[in-house]
């Protein structure tokens, strides 16, 4: 059964950092595309980051320089290391998979998610 599990989310201040997990299981971690989607309240579901099993990448403008995607497949695990924490980084945090070739920063690129994992940074 493929299914993708979140953690290490949770209340920092503005300027710290936190590290997201994404633990994959099935048939999701052999998809070529991993990536990181975020949902602040009222807000839409956008694009974070993401990484191809080759290793490269596609980031958001607003966490470029901050975010660092990365995966290992030994652990079927991908990460999202947050630095430099502002309170618009604010939301739930989903993992996503994609099996295809798709550039990976649309949410239809996707065919399994995680059921999130909330981050919470104040000023």
């Known amino acids: 059964q493929a299914q993708l599990v979140e953690s290490g989310g949770g209340k920092v201040q503005a300027g710290d950092s936190l590290r997201l997990s994404c633990a994959a299981s099935?048939?999701?971690?052999?998809?070529?595309?991993m990536g990181w989607f975020r949902q602040a309240p009222g807000k839409e579901r956008e694009f974070v980051a993401r990484?191809?099993?080759?290793?490269?990448?596609i980031y958001a403008d607003s966490v470029k320089g901050r975010f660092t995607i990365s995966r290992d497949n030994a652990k079927n695990t991908v990460y999202l290391q947050m630095n430099s924490l502002k309170p618009e980084d604010t939301a739930v945090y989903y993992c996503?998979?994609?099996?295809?070739?798709?550039?990976?920063?649309?949410?239809?690129?996707?065919?399994?998610w995680g059921q999130g994992t909330q981050v919470t940074v104040s000023s």
């Open positions: 099935g048939r999701t971690f052999s998809s070529n595309i």
């Open positions: 990484i191809r099993r080759s290793g490269t990448t």
């Open positions: 996503a998979a994609a099996p295809g070739i798709a550039l990976g920063v649309g949410m239809s690129d996707y065919d399994y």
